[in-house]
Protein backbone atom coordinates (compact mmCIF):
# COMPACT_ATOMS: atom_id res chain seq x y z
CA UNK A 1 0.00 0.00 0.00
CA UNK A 2 1.37 3.67 -1.02
CA UNK A 3 2.19 5.88 2.29
CA UNK A 4 0.11 9.33 2.07
CA UNK A 5 -0.49 12.04 4.11
CA UNK A 6 -4.73 12.10 3.96
CA UNK A 7 -7.72 9.62 3.10
CA UNK A 8 -9.97 12.20 1.48
CA UNK A 9 -10.54 12.37 -2.32
CA UNK A 10 -13.37 14.41 -4.15
CA UNK A 11 -15.98 11.96 -4.49
CA UNK A 12 -16.53 11.82 -0.65
CA UNK A 13 -19.03 14.12 1.19
CA UNK A 14 -16.82 17.22 1.99
CA UNK A 15 -14.95 16.60 5.93
CA UNK A 16 -15.61 13.08 5.39
CA UNK A 17 -13.37 9.97 4.49
CA UNK A 18 -14.31 6.01 4.52
CA UNK A 19 -12.00 4.28 6.37
CA UNK A 20 -10.63 0.70 7.30
CA UNK A 21 -8.00 -1.10 9.17
CA UNK A 22 -5.94 -3.28 7.29
CA UNK A 23 -2.80 -5.91 6.60
CA UNK A 24 -1.52 -6.01 2.95
CA UNK A 25 0.39 -9.10 1.77
CA UNK A 26 3.74 -8.66 0.68
CA UNK A 27 4.80 -7.97 -3.12
CA UNK A 28 6.30 -11.37 -3.30
CA UNK A 29 2.72 -12.86 -2.22
CA UNK A 30 0.67 -10.77 -4.30
CA UNK A 31 2.48 -11.37 -7.52
CA UNK A 32 1.98 -15.08 -7.21
CA UNK A 33 -1.51 -14.70 -7.03
CA UNK A 34 -1.43 -11.92 -9.86
CA UNK A 35 0.21 -14.65 -12.41
CA UNK A 36 -2.57 -17.11 -11.13
CA UNK A 37 -4.98 -14.93 -12.10
CA UNK A 38 -3.49 -14.15 -15.49
CA UNK A 39 -5.57 -16.41 -17.43
CA UNK A 40 -8.48 -15.10 -15.96
CA UNK A 41 -7.43 -11.27 -16.54
CA UNK A 42 -6.97 -12.11 -20.22
CA UNK A 43 -10.76 -14.16 -20.39
CA UNK A 44 -13.08 -12.33 -17.84
CA UNK A 45 -11.55 -8.40 -18.84
CA UNK A 46 -15.07 -6.89 -18.17
CA UNK A 47 -14.52 -8.00 -14.27
CA UNK A 48 -14.31 -4.92 -12.25
CA UNK A 49 -10.59 -5.87 -10.79
CA UNK A 50 -9.18 -4.56 -8.08
CA UNK A 51 -5.48 -2.85 -8.37
CA UNK A 52 -3.04 -5.05 -7.45
CA UNK A 53 -1.53 -2.60 -4.66
CA UNK A 54 -4.65 -2.24 -3.12
CA UNK A 55 -5.04 -5.99 -1.79
CA UNK A 56 -5.41 -5.86 1.25
CA UNK A 57 -7.43 -7.88 4.00
CA UNK A 58 -9.61 -5.70 6.44
CA UNK A 59 -9.63 -6.48 9.94
CA UNK A 60 -12.27 -3.31 10.88
CA UNK A 61 -13.97 -1.25 8.27
CA UNK A 62 -15.15 1.88 9.50
CA UNK A 63 -17.31 3.30 6.94
CA UNK A 64 -17.70 6.99 6.31
CA UNK A 65 -15.71 9.36 9.22
CA UNK A 66 -15.69 12.79 10.04
CA UNK A 67 -11.89 13.95 9.25
CA UNK A 68 -11.37 15.31 12.70
CA UNK A 69 -11.80 11.32 14.05
CA UNK A 70 -9.25 10.20 11.94
CA UNK A 71 -6.38 11.36 14.49
CA UNK A 72 -7.99 9.89 17.75
CA UNK A 73 -7.32 6.23 16.10
CA UNK A 74 -3.12 7.12 15.32
CA UNK A 75 -1.87 6.81 18.90
CA UNK A 76 -3.91 3.92 20.03
CA UNK A 77 -3.00 1.69 16.25
CA UNK A 78 0.45 2.65 16.99
CA UNK A 79 0.52 1.32 20.44
CA UNK A 80 -0.93 -2.01 19.37
CA UNK A 81 0.93 -2.34 16.42
CA UNK A 82 4.19 -1.98 18.41
CA UNK A 83 3.32 -4.42 21.13
CA UNK A 84 1.50 -6.79 18.73
CA UNK A 85 3.85 -9.56 16.99
CA UNK A 86 3.95 -10.31 13.35
CA UNK A 87 1.84 -13.06 12.08
CA UNK A 88 2.82 -15.98 9.77
CA UNK A 89 -0.22 -15.35 6.62
CA UNK A 90 -0.50 -16.96 3.38
CA UNK A 91 -3.36 -17.03 0.15
CA UNK A 92 -5.35 -20.11 -0.53
CA UNK A 93 -7.49 -20.49 -2.87
CA UNK A 94 -10.63 -18.60 -3.89
CA UNK A 95 -14.17 -17.97 -3.59
CA UNK A 96 -17.05 -15.62 -4.25
CA UNK A 97 -19.75 -13.48 -1.77
CA UNK A 98 -23.55 -13.52 -3.59
CA UNK A 99 -21.59 -14.31 -6.93
CA UNK A 100 -20.76 -11.01 -7.21
CA UNK A 101 -17.29 -10.26 -5.03
CA UNK A 102 -14.41 -12.51 -5.75
CA UNK A 103 -11.96 -13.07 -3.35
CA UNK A 104 -8.68 -15.50 -2.14
CA UNK A 105 -8.80 -16.94 1.52
CA UNK A 106 -6.54 -16.53 4.47
CA UNK A 107 -4.16 -19.54 5.56
CA UNK A 108 -1.89 -19.77 8.05
CA UNK A 109 -2.00 -17.93 12.28
CA UNK A 110 -6.36 -17.35 11.33
CA UNK A 111 -6.65 -17.92 15.07
CA UNK A 112 -3.84 -14.82 15.75
CA UNK A 113 -5.82 -13.05 12.60
CA UNK A 114 -9.28 -12.79 14.74
CA UNK A 115 -7.24 -12.15 17.83
CA UNK A 116 -5.72 -9.21 16.09
CA UNK A 117 -9.04 -8.13 14.89
CA UNK A 118 -10.41 -7.31 17.85
CA UNK A 119 -7.84 -5.38 19.38
CA UNK A 120 -8.31 -3.53 16.54
CA UNK A 121 -11.91 -2.99 16.99
CA UNK A 122 -11.68 -2.53 20.40
CA UNK A 123 -9.21 0.43 19.98
CA UNK A 124 -11.69 2.19 17.33
CA UNK A 125 -14.56 1.59 20.15
CA UNK A 126 -12.37 2.90 23.16
CA UNK A 127 -12.19 6.24 20.69
CA UNK A 128 -15.69 6.54 20.64
CA UNK A 129 -15.90 5.63 16.90
CA UNK A 130 -19.39 3.66 16.23
CA UNK A 131 -19.16 1.07 12.85
CA UNK A 132 -21.15 -1.55 11.94
CA UNK A 133 -19.56 -4.78 13.41
CA UNK A 134 -19.41 -7.65 11.66
CA UNK A 135 -17.94 -11.28 11.93
CA UNK A 136 -14.48 -11.51 10.64
CA UNK A 137 -14.49 -13.66 7.47
CA UNK A 138 -10.70 -13.15 6.45
CA UNK A 139 -10.39 -12.70 2.87
CA UNK A 140 -8.48 -10.67 0.11
CA UNK A 141 -11.02 -9.20 -2.57
CA UNK A 142 -10.05 -9.42 -5.86
CA UNK A 143 -13.20 -8.28 -8.16
CA UNK A 144 -16.87 -7.87 -8.85
CA UNK A 145 -18.51 -8.74 -11.02
CA UNK A 146 -20.60 -6.36 -13.22
CA UNK A 147 -24.44 -6.40 -12.53
CA UNK A 148 -25.48 -8.71 -16.21
CA UNK A 149 -22.19 -10.35 -15.72
CA UNK A 150 -22.13 -12.71 -12.54
CA UNK A 151 -21.38 -16.20 -13.59
CA UNK A 152 -17.65 -14.44 -14.11
CA UNK A 153 -16.83 -14.63 -10.60
CA UNK A 154 -18.00 -17.93 -10.43
CA UNK A 155 -16.43 -19.78 -12.64
CA UNK A 156 -12.35 -17.69 -11.58
CA UNK A 157 -13.62 -18.79 -7.98
CA UNK A 158 -13.76 -22.20 -9.14
CA UNK A 159 -10.26 -22.01 -10.96
CA UNK A 160 -8.39 -20.95 -7.94
CA UNK A 161 -9.57 -23.62 -5.63
CA UNK A 162 -6.29 -25.12 -5.89
CA UNK A 163 -4.23 -22.13 -5.60
CA UNK A 164 -1.56 -22.23 -2.48
CA UNK A 165 0.57 -19.13 -2.05
CA UNK A 166 3.68 -19.14 -0.08
CA UNK A 167 3.33 -18.28 3.79
CA UNK A 168 4.56 -14.29 4.64
CA UNK A 169 5.05 -12.53 7.66
CA UNK A 170 2.63 -9.27 8.54
CA UNK A 171 4.86 -6.05 8.89
CA UNK A 172 2.34 -3.18 9.30
CA UNK A 173 -0.96 -2.23 10.13
CA UNK A 174 -2.45 -0.04 7.82
CA UNK A 175 -5.38 2.98 8.62
CA UNK A 176 -6.79 3.26 4.87
CA UNK A 177 -8.89 5.69 2.96
CA UNK A 178 -10.80 4.58 0.26
CA UNK A 179 -12.78 6.68 -2.59
CA UNK A 180 -15.45 3.62 -2.60
CA UNK A 181 -16.71 3.86 -6.00
CA UNK A 182 -20.50 5.66 -6.34
CA UNK A 183 -20.69 4.64 -10.26
CA UNK A 184 -18.41 2.33 -12.28
CA UNK A 185 -15.08 3.43 -11.09
CA UNK A 186 -12.31 1.38 -9.87
CA UNK A 187 -12.42 1.62 -6.12
CA UNK A 188 -8.63 3.51 -4.51
CA UNK A 189 -6.90 3.03 -1.85
CA UNK A 190 -4.35 5.31 0.00
CA UNK A 191 -2.87 4.97 3.63
CA UNK A 192 -3.32 7.55 6.12
CA UNK A 193 -0.87 5.94 7.96
CA UNK A 194 0.54 2.67 8.57
CA UNK A 195 2.73 1.31 11.50
CA UNK A 196 5.25 -2.05 11.81
CA UNK A 197 4.02 -4.57 14.09
CA UNK A 198 7.09 -4.95 16.27
CA UNK A 199 5.73 -7.18 19.23
CA UNK A 200 7.78 -10.50 20.69
Known sequence: M????????????????????ALAPPDEAKDELAHALQPAYEAYPRMRWNRIEDWHITL????????TAVPLLRPPLARLAASHRPLE???????????????SGIDGDVDGLQHLAAEVRSVVRECGITFQERPLRPHLTLA?????????????????????GRRWRTER????????G???????????????LAGS
Not at 182 to 195: F, N, Q
Request: proline fraction near 6%; aromatic fraction near 10%; charge should be negative.
Open 2 to 21: TEAAGGTTHSEPAGTVRVFI
Open 60 to 67: AFLGELPV
Open 89 to 103: LGLLGGGQFDERVLW
Open 144 to 164: RARRDDPASVVEVAAQLADFA
Open 173 to 180: LHLVGSNF
Open 182 to 196: RGPAPIRYRDIESWT
